[in-house]
């Protein structure tokens, strides 16, 4: 049994600045195991401000606030083995969700027209500003390492 929503909301505050909120909201369960199914994304909401101003050569700057919830709803495949050289029985623990996170981001673009048929484009993205240890539900590799810390990228786009 499969069922979600995705809401996505946009309001133009001026005509230089808008909010948008984007929240995805996903179930699932397996009716013949009363189990609920691996792999399900967790509740997740995405909020971001922009400002936008054309006359300064399509100039756009925009703060994105990522929240990723836990999830509550996994099915329990951990189980328990026995350590010889410990003498002891320890529980292999490979089916439990991380902890919620929340990131912060920021992308900003300008475009530079060099005739009517070239232009450039210039970005900066810095995702994940406040290098916030996390790791994602979905990553395979979440019980070895953290996700992706602070990124900064500089884009550079030639448009001919």
Not at 20 to 27: A, C, H
Not at 34 to 51: E, H, K, L, M, S
Not at 60 to 84: D, G, I, K, M, Y
Not at 133 to 154: I, P
Request: no cysteine.
């Amino acid at each position: 049994n499969f069922y979600g929503v995705d809401l996505s909301a946009n309001y133009k505050i001026t005509d230089k600045w808008d909010v948008q909120n984007n929240s995805s909201l996903t179930k699932a369960w397996d009716l013949t195991t009363d189990r609920a199914v691996i792999d399900v994304p967790a509740f997740n909401t995405i909020n971001q401000i922009r400002y936008r101003n054309d006359s300064w050569n399509n100039f756009s700057a925009s703060l994105r606030s990522e929240w990723v919830f836990e999830q509550n709803e996994w099915p329990n495949n951990n189980f328990e083995t026995f350590v010889a050289t410990e003498d002891e029985m320890v529980v292999v623990d490979i089916s439990s969700p991380p902890p919620a996170y929340h990131l912060i981001h920021f992308r900003s673009d300008v475009n530079f027209k060099f005739s009517n048929n070239t232009n450039i484009n210039v970005a900066l993205n810095l995702n994940n500003i406040f290098n916030t240890n996390y790791r994602n539900y979905l990553n395979q590799l979440r019980y070895f390492a953290d996700d992706l810390g602070r990124n900064v990228m500089l884009q550079l786009q030639i448009n001919y």
